[in-house]
């Protein structure tokens, strides 16, 4: 058996198939709502028989060439025997749309063309011609007949038009047998295309790619003029004479010219955009300064655009002035990590910016900045483990503590006092100040700097080592993991989350799962660090603080259950078999100790309108903690329940708290919000303010513990050499005095 590549699907449609021994090629891509997605393609052969007869097992497996060019980043295999075929699937990740149009392209136009890829709105768009089938000369007579060619695609949103043999929900399904003919037009794949077949993403497109070594090439495709007489100014011999070679015309609904050309150096890639039709003679300026460290190989590559559009409009209309001036769309692609993307990009992600003519701007500004740092061995265990120690420890260190264990409020002490938990008291009274989100944001944002920290040496702390965003209860809680490179963070991981207790935080991951027992997988934003899905190594172009921001908060602690529903039916708490649930996106969810007789429970919910509902799994008093957006806390006193009562809040937007209804001697009644202050602290119901002040973190109270020894120390020394001193002194006295006589 031979290596498969994506190339095999070229084979075998070029081939007799029954002499290849190739039963099927099958490609299945799913493509997600916002253009990532996955793909896999099988291929089926038969396995040859020895002189006996019997079947002669593969030997080979199913291997990928490590220098296959064609390869998507990330790829996993999978083989299985059934019978007399043997068949190699290979699956791997889609980051977006762009790198699936790159996959087909890498095909060659003489296999499949791309003729419209995209969303049109919220409407995916699918236009691919597979152009080599079966030779209409073939000799078929050895065929066995079951060999065929599959194309499946799983797209998101409606599917007004099609023109698959097979349609179930939002999967469509082609098949055609390997004896049929591709014909001139080959084998149409289209998905929702206009009636008129013309793609609405035709235009000028130029896509500008950088090599790590500061040189590049541009792709340009622009729209083949009508037919004129005279001939319109645009031409293939003009493009030619701009430095551009001619890839080919497309045979789509809406013919285009496709080019390209490379560039050395600045002067070269500034002509690039001169001999885009429609910006010849203008003051569009493309430049790209590399800055390069001779020691480290570290690069840096600044990129900058101004693309100037007053001649665009007038240019196309001379083209053709029946139509209007064509979208224009530019792409980039820069080596290595993108750090900044400043300007008119419409996807400052993915560097990409498009202009119509009707928008009304004259110039599009652009800038984007990206790290590239060489390949490196990688480092022994030893180095890694050194490498996490001393990363752990500067987190310890440079992460700050949360406000209340610098200043606590006057309720934050009353609350800590009482047995609250650090981590609830904060998020009840600061918000997202502070809060899980907050502390994920500054751990991220912390360990980005040293990734791409001009220094090699500081970058080198990160060497062989990952990290990336984890949560617990289905996002309830956000914290950040760190883990040798290539490993399962699921249990290799390190944990850094300073929430909890407010002051930095290192757990293992068995250690944090026992805190946060259910729902831990990777975290809100974790599809830009594929690391934590098990895919090579990759870090996000822009890091993009967390805003969970929750204008209710509600912190309950008593023998409850608490469920809370929102407007639409959403529910998040305990349900009445016991189990949990968590429709409510961007909530944050803090449920208590399992079992636990003294229940703590806090929730941060997104504005919205909530019915919050209190079950009592036991006799006593519970508390009820309502804070909102402008930072008051409110409170319901103490309140008795016993097993099975209900209590039950409405929660309003504007924050306007609501009276509770409580169950009191058997009947309902009314309980009024009190505002959670000195004025009336006895009212709270949380018995009296303590006299001493809420614990400090142990290395505060270590300090003035010493500090307070020393004092009494030095006093009591102080003390002893004066009496020393008074004793001697009469001594000396007695013994000088004169005696009578």
Known sequence: MKTFKPLAVLILLLCVLAACDILAVEMRINVTPDGSGDLEWTIGSYLQRDADGNLIPNEDGCTVEDDDEFMLPGYTTRERTVGDQYWCSINAPLAGLDRLDAFLKAFGEE?????????????????????????????????????YFLWQLTVPGSIDLHNAHQKEGNTLTWTWPAAAPAGAGGLPVQVNMPPDGRCPFGGVLLFLTVEEDGTGSARLTVPEPPVTDPPAPLNVGALTAAGWSILGGSQSAQPQIQAWRQFSNEEELQQVILAVPGFAGGGSTLALQMLEDEVTGWREYKFSARIEMEQYGPYWSSVAPDRDPPRFRFDLSLPGVLESAPGQWTDSTRLAAEWEYDTGSTRLTLQATSSHAPESETPSAETIQRNLETLTGRFLTEIPPGQYTIDPSWLQGYLLARGAQPGHVNNLTNGK??????????????????????????????????????????????????????????????????????????????????????????????????????????????????????????GVQSPVDVLITAGDGRRLGVLPDGSWVTEIEGADFYPPVEDATDRQWLFGLPAGEYAVQLTGVGSGDYHLLVGDADGNVVSYGAQPIHEGEQAHLAVAMDGDHQA?????????????????????????????????????????????RILYILVVVAGVALVGLLVAALAVSVLFLIVRWPRAG
């Open 111 to 147: 296999v499949i063309r791309v003729n419209c890829l995209g969303f049109d709105d919220d409407r995916f768009l699918f236009d691919v011609s597979l152009l080599q089938g079966m030779p209409a000369d073939t000799d078929t007579s050895d065929l066995r007949g079951d060999e």
């Open 660 to 704: 509770l209804a409580t169950p009191a001697d058997g009947t309902t009644g009314w309980v009024e919000p009190i505002l959670a202050s000195t004025e009336n602290e006895a009212r709270l119901g949380l018995g009296e303010f303590p006299v001493s002040a809420p614990d400090q973190p142990a290395g505060v109270t270590e300090v003035q």
């Open 433 to 554: 100040l502070f809060a899980c989100g907050d502390y994920q944001t500054r751990v991220l944002q912390r360990l980005t700097e040293i990734r791409i920290h001009p220094d090699p040496a500081v970058r080198a702390l990160l060497d062989g080592l990952d990290y990336g965003p984890i949560e617990a209860y289905r996002g309830g809680h956000q914290a950040v993991m760190i883990f040798p490179r290539g490993e399962d963070w699921r249990t290799a991981g390190t944990v850094l989350d300073p929430r909890p207790k407010q002051v930095p935080q290192v757990f293992t991951i068995s250690d944090w799962q026992v805190q946060f027992r259910w729902g831990v997988g990777p975290g809100e934003g974790s599809g830009e660090y594929p690391h934590l899905s098990g895919n090579p190594s990759a870090y996000p172009r822009t890091l993009y603080p967390s805003e969970r921001v929750h204008p209710q908060r509600i």
